[in-house]
């Protein structure tokens, strides 16, 4: 009975009700914070009311960046740009330094440099990283080459949600503005000539807070007070937003009709999450959401599902979705039986509105479907217009839309409706033991991960035979913690890029280090504080998973 009810829910999925959400959402700027937002949120708000869901709409401050205007001048002459959220707003005379080309703009390239006072010159779009380190290097600006002739609007600030006053001092400091292809390698050009044009940036960044809006609407499982799947999309965008994330935001209400029809049948409860300051706010409204209900989303949610940028024109590729490693058999089965694709499954990158793995809470998607391989380097697969003004109703095929949902009804469904949660920690143990035993191989007898390797083999067999929700999501409070952060529980770690296990990262880094010097014997104090923290970890899975 279970496969055929989601049978015939994914085939319900209807294509002519999503691209009337969709067209409806094409008719509003939804600037993080902003009247437009709200009036378009509060159609949501309708709909989930008439679906039979608890609605309620929450205010909150957020801290908020929306970019004005930009302008990036070249000796005598103005280039076509735009500047970035959290960039620093110029003075009115403009921000000018010496231009230094450092590449990617990677570790590297800033490494043995005196930037200070400097406009670096760096390729791609816009990234935390690079004005991460620029700000650090001492540099007052910051141009950035496009891939094409597009321009990209990004966030570039590090701080994972509203700035504390811990991480305040993590802001960016540099003027950003982003520049065309033609554009910045001209300027390239020049540089390698020996010239040194006389380059001025200009940008206004309307940065503070503001009260910014979340929508939560929600059915109860069973239990008032049981466990609930949390699904979440972000509802501000840059622009129109059809593609990122007007879609996505539909296929949120088809996903919540469909299920809610079905709800006697349900063995958990479900919670949508729309989220505001998603791309002005680097994560606000995710992060403050994880903030406020720390005790109950602990105690209660059992796994986040993300969506973001569904239907796109062109978009064929589905073996990319990321997925957490006791997830991955869920999202091969919902890809597989839906979309009639492979799925080779990967880790789930610091975006996405991913607030919840300091928690604990085990997680699936973000970006569903892609583009194929383009040469044009990207920083992602999600098509040209992501994130520009041509992000409009004409980027949307409807056939790929309908698709893209059916996976997320498979995949909601089964979350709601498995007589067990679909959590496979036994998949968790095995990428966990390809780690460590990679580890012990390049550490031999320096550092010891033989306990560790031990508790990830029980752990993958006490997890294959567990019949309980309740084990399944306190192991999950275990492990999801250790997997994906540095092991802050009640903090959000910066938006930069994290390895799986980052408490494994000192003995990585001791692997590489010559035996008997000052470094390795610094790394080796942090290395046992790492073992400590993931053997903790192994050590509370396991005995959850024994009940």
Same mark, same amino acid.
């Not at 999600?382 to 309908?402: A, R």
């Given at each position: ?5 989601r ?15 969709v ?37 909150h ?8 205007k ?6 005598n ?6 500047t970035?959220s ?11 330094g010496?231009?230094?080309?450092v590449?990617?703009?990677d570790k ?16 791609g ?22 891939p ?13 949600g ?11 400091t ?7 292809n ?7 050009e ?41 699904? =979440? %999309? /972000?509802h501000?965008t840059? +622009?129109y #937003? ?6 996505? $935001?539909?296929?949120? @209400? &088809? ?20 989220? =505001? %300051? /998603?791309s002005?706010?680097? +994560?606000? #409204?995710?992060?403050?959401y994880?903030d406020? $209900?720390?005790?109950? @989303? &602990? ?16 978009a ?12 991955? #058999? ?11 694709? &492979? ?14 793995w300091g ?37 949307i ?8 949902t059916?996976v997320?009804?498979?995949t ?13 920690f036994?998949?968790?143990a ?5 780690e ?10 320096r550092?010891?991960?033989d306990e ?20 399944l999501?306190r ?7 250790v ?11 910066p938006?930069?890029p ?22 390795a ?17 192994l ?9």
């Amino acid at each position: 009975m279970t496969d055929a009810m989601r049978n015939s829910l994914c085939k319900a999925v209807d294509g002519s009700i999503l691209m009337g959400h969709v067209r409806e959402l094409a008719r509003w700027v939804k600037l993080s914070g902003t009247p437009d937002e709200l009036q378009s949120l509060r159609y949501f708000q309708e709909k989930l009311d008439e679906y039979g869901y608890r609605t309620r709409l929450i205010m909150h401050d957020a801290y908020i960046s929306l970019p004005g205007k930009a302008r990036v001048d070249v000796d005598n002459h103005t280039l076509n740009s735009i500047t970035h959220s959290f960039s620093r707003s110029s003075p009115a005379s403009g921000v000018t330094g010496r231009l230094v080309y450092v590449g990617e703009g990677d570790k590297m390239d800033f490494e043995n440099r005196d930037l200070r006072g400097a406009i670096v010159l760096t390729e791609g779009i816009a990234s935390p990283g690079q004005a991460d380190r620029a700000s650090h290097a001492g540099a007052v600006g910051q141009i950035q080459i496009s891939p094409h002739e597009h321009l990209h609007e990004m966030c570039v600030s590090p701080v994972w949600g509203s700035p504390s006053a811990e991480t305040q001092s993590d802001l960016p400091t540099t003027v950003v503005c982003t520049v065309s292809n033609e554009d910045g390698s001209a300027l390239r050009e020049r540089l390698v000539r020996g010239e040194q044009p006389k380059v001025t940036l200009h940008a206004e960044v309307d940065t503070g807070w503001r009260q910014t809006p979340i929508l939560e609407a929600e059915i109860d499982g069973p239990e008032a007070d049981g466990p609930f799947i949390l699904f =979440s %999309g /972000h509802h501000d965008t840059w +622009y129109y #937003g059809v593609m990122d994330n007007g879609a996505a $935001n539909a296929t949120m @209400l &088809e996903v919540a009709r469909l299920t809610a029809r079905e709800r006697a049948r349900w063995r958990r409860g479900l919670r949508l999450c729309f989220w =505001s %300051g /998603h791309s002005h706010g680097r +994560y606000s #409204g995710s992060t403050w959401y994880a903030d406020q $209900n720390w005790d109950e @989303l &602990e105690r209660r949610c059992a796994v986040h599902v993300n969506v973001d940028s569904t239907g796109g024109i062109g978009a064929t590729v589905m073996k990319n979705a990321a997925a957490a490693p006791e997830l991955i #058999g869920l999202a091969g089965d919902a890809i597989g039986e839906e979309a009639g694709s &492979e799925y080779a499954g990967k880790r789930m990158s610091r975006s996405s509105d991913q607030s919840f793995w300091g928690i604990g809470i085990s997680a699936m998607f973000g970006a569903l479907s892609e583009q194929p391989p383009a040469p044009v380097k990207m920083r992602n697969a999600l098509g040209w217009w992501w994130h520009t003004p041509h992000d409009l109703l004409d980027k949307i095929d409807e056939k790929n839309l309908v698709r893209d949902t059916r996976v997320f009804v498979h995949t909601l469904w089964r979350l709601l409706s498995d007589p067990v949660l679909p959590l496979d920690f036994a998949a968790h143990a095995n990428s966990l033991l390809d780690e460590l035993t990679a580890l012990r191989a390049s550490l031999g007898a320096r550092f010891s991960v033989d306990e560790l390797i031990a508790a990830a083999e029980r752990l993958k067999d006490k997890a294959a035979g567990v019949h309980s929700d309740a084990a399944l999501i306190r192991a999950s409070r275990a492990l999801a913690p250790v997997y994906y952060t540095t092991g802050d529980r009640f903090a959000h770690d910066p938006a930069l890029p994290l390895p799986g296990w980052p408490v494994l990262d000192p003995l990585r880094k001791l692997a590489k280090m010559a035996p008997g010097t000052d470094s390795a014997r610094l790394l080796t104090v942090s290395a046992m504080r790492g073992r400590n923290r993931l053997a903790y970890a192994l050590r509370n899975a396991n005995e959850v998973l024994a009940v």
